[in-house]
């Protein structure tokens, strides 16, 4: 199983970007799938996540300016970001629980990381 992260680049502070996120490979089941971040010298932080009954959670910093989404027929999770400030300037993981077997359990797989850079 790979996820293939895309969509970072840089924008001006009030602008807006979508991230895309594609799981590929044996897939049985995705559960929950979402987005983290790392801004430099900063923890990993959760920003988003919606589980398969579209169920979303978010960080306090980005509700009413990011959307997550997901579309199961093709495995990829979205993040919409509006409004970007340059506290948002992070490298961006996406994330998935994925069971490849229906009889083995699920497990975490971790996108490559993509850069969004805000300028202010």
């Known amino acids: 199983v790979q996820l293939q992260a895309s969509g970072g680049g840089l924008v001006q502070a009030g602008g807006s970007l979508r991230l895309s996120c594609a799981a590929s490979?044996?897939?049985?089941?995705?559960?929950?799938m979402g987005w983290y971040r790392q801004a430099p010298g900063n923890q990993r932080e959760m920003v988003a996540e919606?589980?398969?009954?579209?169920?979303?959670n978010y960080a306090d910093s980005v509700k009413g300016r990011f959307t997550i989404s997901r579309e199961n027929t093709n495995n990829t999770v979205y993040l919409q970001m509006n409004s970007l400030k340059s506290e948002d300037t992070a490298v961006y993981y996406c994330?998935?629980?994925?069971?490849?077997?229906?009889?083995?359990?699920?497990?975490?797989?971790w996108g490559q990381g993509t850069l969004v850079t805000v300028s202010s």
């Open positions: 994330y998935a629980n994925i069971k490849s077997v229906q009889y083995i359990p699920a497990r975490n797989y």
């Open positions: 490979g044996t897939i049985y089941r995705i559960d929950l």
């Open positions: 919606i589980t398969s009954g579209t169920s979303t």
